[in-house]
């Protein structure tokens, strides 16, 4: 799962995996209790698991442009990827008489994580410069060649930029990870091979199948009536009944209503009640208690927007933002501090080997390096990415951003090499919350890079919004490109499978990307308009993400400023997330760890303008919770299952709804509880 406040679990919760206390996971160990259960498979990377990863993954990315436009997150494939490319994979097998393992079926995975991934541009930056007239007259249609060539420097950019942080997040850190490790699960639970784990897969297969066309079938509905298959109105009618203005105001005004987003029912099907409770704190805070008050007297004019009204400073959503801001980041460099070693190690280590190429190149004899730090990592050497394939990668890609940063979007050199720096610590901050709670806050990250470049020397305003909004661009792409390959590296370091493989099928998989992720672009933008036009007032598509990025760029490029109350406690909050690392790592019992206040996640919430969003993922956690309980067996090996099968099922709805709307189907034809002549519709 993957959040823009990107607008996409420390510690989960499920007994049989005890890593997620972070405890040390002897991955070798296991895989070697295990390997009378599985396969022989002489190789692992194979085209057929490449090709149907990533044509999985176009499903994905269809759904993540949807949620991205529609309420500013986005999700991963992984399990989707696991699980129907298993039951595909499978087949083909048996039908072509050749071997089939976890593996492979790794492999299958991580392609449909590349390839369904890379929307994050086109639900933020890219629209955003449409609406602000900084790309001229023209038109997505007339920007195809740019629009690709961004896509490509996005998708291998952020993919080798990853490679070298593995040692410090998956070995080291040992993060959770919640839907890489779901993978992992999944995968080994549908390979064992036992008569009850063949049923389990058939089981999982159509638990994710009925969940995806359940989910499906409810968004569809719900575009012909919105009032009863979308937001439920409660409070607004209890407090109509009860003539209780307050209660009216709260649904209203501000947002807390029930949803049948049974993608984010799913979300919190998955996500650690710290999280969960985490994140509702911090949106209650922000946008049920504060923000309201505040309101009411006259200091904040409402809950978004970005452009203050006098006499008020500005919104909630604005107020709110650096201080979610501020706990997000010094939360994840606070944990970075806490695990200095293995990340300098790492370095140490790629320095070392770039001196050793160098001097082959010389023909000099290869330095020793001397170390007293012992890696954990298990894996064999010639599973390994070589350094020099990341680093060429890495630098290759670097001068490709740099050239299409400049030539098609008049963006100067030093500012996207600057950029591109600043990603590298922003990495960081997506790849540590990612880790711990399943979100990845690509928004927050944006919102950095927007600061950083708020100024640069240039008398044209367009340059220099451009400049702004492109270079954050960068290091939102970066920071989703980083977590998924990630994940994949942490999926396949549980199952045991090679990080050189992941990364081939990575590769393939942004391929189908690049092809896919434009023309859903011009599909959308065709469908509905508004989506580029701001002054379309009445949208299907709130496309929060849009605008916070462009409204936050008016606000750091022109005359806006920052309320100084807002400044204060964005200091407060930082130093609040330093101590609280500090606490949790040296004082906090480990049993006590996983009820821990997650900070990140009460950022997450400060920055979301949408209660609805938490709530329902209260609510698909506390289901969760009632079938651990009562089902405890039937939770073990169908949760992710149907976790995925909603959260892609609303996606896909989403392209269905899409495709009525260009075809001129009218949507909202039958408004049941939508309030007075439909306006909460």
Known sequence: MSAQVNEKAEYNEYPQEKTLQHEAVDVKENMEEEEEEYVYEPQQFTWRAAIVGSLLGCVVAASNLYLGLKIGWTFGAALWGSIFGFLILKSISRMTGTVFGPKENAVCQAAATSAGGLSSGFVTAIPAMYRMGLMGNSTPKDDVVALLLWTAAAAFFGMFFAVPLRSHFVINQNLVFPTPRAAAETIKNLHKASSAAAKDARDSGRAMMWSFIIAMAFAIVGFFIPGLFTEVHILWYIGNAASYVAMMNADAAWGWTFTWDFAFFGAGLMTPGSTVWSFLLGELIAFGIAGPLMTDSGYLGGR???IPVAPAVGSAQSWFLWPGVGMMVFTAFSELGANYKSLAAAVMAAVHEARNYIRKLSKKDALVRQTDYVSKDT??????IPTSWWAGGLLLSGVFTILVMYFNFNVPVYATIGAIILSFLLAFVGL????????????AVAKVTQLVFSRIPNSDIKVVQKTNLMCANIAASVCSQSVDMVG???TAHLIGASPRAM????????????GIAVPLFLLYTEAYPCVLDETIKNCQFGAPAVVAWANVCRILTGDGSVPQASMILTIVLCILAVINIIVRVKFVPDRLKPYWINLNAVGLGFINPSPAIPV???????????WKRTSPKSHERLMYSISAGLIAGVGIAGLVNAAMTIGGVKGGAVLVGCGPEGKLC
């Open 304 to 306: 978004t927007g970005f």
């Open 379 to 384: 894996t064999p050497e010639h599973e390994l």
């Open 432 to 443: 540590q919350a990612s880790g711990e709670t399943d979100i990845n806050p690509t928004g």
């Open 488 to 490: 994949d590296l942490k």
């Open 503 to 514: 990364l081939w099928a990575q590769l393939v998989g942004s391929v189908f990307a690049i």
């Open 616 to 626: 329902a993922m209260l609510i698909g956690w506390t289901s969760g919770q009632i």
